[in-house]
């Protein structure tokens, strides 16, 4: 027993040491078609031939499985692979959908590793020192494949003890390699393998050497007298134990969807499509880095080359697509266009969760995002400045308020100086809202006889009237005056005129 535990021991220092110098490489095969296609999954079963740009004379770069089967290959124009594959769909290279794509890549390694290296175009690698998984390799590379696979991106994962192994593992990987011993997995990668565009490999290929093992077995000595120091270069990269630093990058914190139409857009409904899924992608992304959507932000590309952009700050930062997509289908409900659309860009502003600890009286909303919908929905009904919470206004006007779209949170109750004294004491007035048409008799300049549904009949006493007027340099002008009358019942009532039209403003308890 104690000599059983003695060897799992060993065993699993073994590994952790061997864990201190591995480096992992994620590779996106066909990475710019990958690219392409990721927002339109449905092409991927599908002949399809990515080109530079849509010409004639365009070359293709990469073709599907189903493309290369119908004989459709790299190099090909345009009118060759139609030829070859009649049923053949070409897609244009996309910039934006590229660089996405490559963001995604690393956010997505960034959080497996803290050391990672912006290789190349659909390839990152990926520093493995200290992290707790030695032995279970498979496993860990199992979680990043699915993590990417879920944002449309199929990957392959080697590991092995030095950067360039990884990548030649991740090459032949189906879906993971791990190279534990280096010697003969080089030995019998093919010389190919090593791209190298100098004429060394034509050489070595006359020469009958079609493995790295073959080409080992020279001598780096021999290989750099007869053919230079280019071949010498060319062996230290072949070699096992050849390291090298990674070049560390720490990813943006950008999360940036964009397309382009090939067809510009004319109605609502293939615009939300198209919205569904770049949520549905930013919502993957922010939830692999635990984050939510704080603020998210629209831009609409016009064919008149004009833009319709839009910012929106989610009132409870959230990742759920529902409501996400709830909050851009009401803004582009009531959206006008003078020309159809030709892009649409959404990005989002990442945030944490939001965390309050509220009192015990304390009262919030239970769906702040659904709350700011309806006012959406209230907006686009009524019209813009109609509907939102009130506040009072700078103003000497009675009643004036402005309209505040998007005061969500209850403002706190402003507190009173120790010093102040109490408010004047004195009988309350109850308004009447809105305000009750009247008509008033006036004897002597002074009210004289009122008729409203409050009250018919003469006036005992009468004091006013109080003139107030503002804003008289634009066209909202005003002014009014304000009576306080007591009929003969005994009743106080506050009459105003404006604009020649007397109402019942309220009464006096």
Not at 406 to 425: C, F, K, T, V
Request: hydrophobic residues 45%; aromatic residues 8%.
């Amino acid at each position: 027993m104690g000599g059983g535990g003695f060897a799992f021991k060993l065993r699993i220092f073994r590994d952790k040491l061997a864990a201190l110098n591995l480096f992992g490489v994620i590779h996106v095969p066909d990475f710019y078609l990958q690219a392409a296609l990721r927002l339109e999954p449905e092409l991927s079963s599908r002949p399809v031939a990515l080109l530079d740009d849509l010409s004639a004379k365009a070359s293709v770069l990469q073709a599907t499985d189903a493309a290369r089967r119908a004989g459709v290959v790299a190099g090909l124009t345009s009118t060759q692979a139609m030829a070859r594959c009649p049923g053949v769909v070409l897609k244009a290279r996309s910039r934006p959908r590229e660089e996405a794509a490559a963001a995604m890549l690393l956010q997505c390694a960034y959080c497996f590793s803290p050391n990672i290296e912006a290789t190349a175009d659909g390839v990152c690698t990926l520093d493995l020192q200290g992290l707790p998984v030695a032995g279970q390799w498979e496993a860990w590379a199992r979680k990043i494949l699915d993590a990417l696979a879920q944002l449309q991106l199929q990957a392959q994962i080697g590991v092995a003890q030095t950067p360039l192994l990884a990548w030649q593992a991740a090459r032949r990987a189906r879906p993971f390699l791990f190279v534990g011993d280096a010697e003969p997995f080089v030995a019998a990668l093919p010389l190919e393998s090593l791209e190298s565009a100098g004429p060394v490999l034509e050489i070595l290929q006359s020469w009958g050497v079609r493995t790295v093992g073959a080409f080992l077995a020279l001598g780096k000595e021999n290989i750099a007298e007869r053919l230079g120091p280019e071949a010498a270069e060319l062996f230290d990269l072949a070699s096992s134990r050849r390291a090298r630093p990674l070049k560390r990058v720490v990813p943006a914190a950008a999360y940036e969807e964009e397309v382009e139409f090939e067809q510009p857009v004319e109605t609502l409904e293939p615009l939300l499509f198209v919205l569904r899924r770049l949520i549905e992608q930013l919502a993957r992304r922010l939830e692999m880095a635990w984050l939510v959507a704080a603020e998210l932000n629209l831009r609409l590309g016009l064919c008149s080359g004009a833009a319709c952009e839009r910012l929106f700050v989610i009132p409870a930062p959230i990742s759920q697509v529902e409501t996400l997509f709830r909050v851009l289908r009401t803004y582009l409900e009531t959206v006008r266009a003078d020309s159809p659309i030709a892009s649409v860009r959404l990005s989002a502003k990442p945030g944490r969760p939001a965390t309050h600890q509220f009192g015990l009286f304390d009262a919030t909303l239970r769906d702040p995002n659904q709350f700011h919908e309806t006012l959406g929905r209230l907006t686009a009904l009524l019209g813009p400045g109609r509907a939102g919470t009130p506040c009072l206004a700078d103003s000497h006007r009675p009643e004036d308020f402005r309209m505040e779209p998007d005061a969500l949170a209850a403002p706190r109750p402003q507190e009173r100086e120790d010093n102040e004294g109490e408010p004047p004491a004195g009988p309350a007035l109850r308004r009447f809202r809105p305000p009750m048409p009247a008509t008033v008799e006036m004897r002597s300049g002074r009210p004289a006889l009122l008729r409203s549904a409050a009250y018919t009949g003469p006036i005992a006493r009468a004091r006013g009237p109080w003139r107030l007027s503002g804003q008289w340099w634009d066209e909202r002008a005003w002014e009014r005056d304000e009576w306080e009358v007591q009929t003969r019942d005994g009743v106080l009532h506050r009459l105003v005129r404006q604009k020649e039209e007397w109402f019942v403003e309220g009464l006096f308890d």
